[in-house]
């Protein structure tokens, strides 16, 4: 059985940095998509960076040059770093991947499917 699971979120001020993690097992991971996407109550789930197979990230320009995604196959972990945080990341943080090297759209949640059961990031001032 395919699972994904995150760790990582938490609280912190405004500029400062949080790591997150998700580690997924139950199949060969490595060659595929991971994202991440973040959702707020009352909200869409939005796509903020995605990797493919080849190491390929994408982001959603919210976070450009703040967040930096990456992946350690060994270990069959993504991670997402998270600096010069503000208030508007505060949400639940979701890990997400699926059967595909490369996606068109590879921050649209139709792409994936196995996801996390999130983790939460706040942000204060």
């Known amino acids: 059985q395919v699972r994904t699971v995150e760790s990582g979120g938490g609280s912190a001020q405004v500029g400062g940095s949080l790591r997150l993690s998700c580690t997924a097992s139950?199949?060969?991971?490595?060659?595929?998509?991971m994202a991440w996407f973040r959702q707020v109550p009352g909200k869409e789930r939005e796509g903020v960076a995605a990797?493919?197979?080849?190491?390929?990230?994408t982001y959603v320009d919210s976070v450009k040059g703040r967040f930096t995604i990456s992946r350690d196959k060994a270990k069959n972990t993504a991670y997402l770093q998270l600096n010069s945080l503000k208030p508007e990341d505060s949400a639940t943080y979701y890990c997400?991947?699926?059967?595909?090297?490369?996606?068109?759209?590879?921050?649209?949640?139709?792409?994936?499917?196995?996801w996390g059961q999130g983790t939460q990031v706040t942000v204060s001032s």
């Open positions: 139950g199949y060969g991971f490595n060659e595929f998509v």
């Open positions: 997400a991947t699926g059967y595909a090297f490369k996606l068109d759209y590879p921050l649209e949640a139709a792409g994936y499917s196995y």
């Open positions: 990797v493919d197979g080849d190491g390929s990230a």
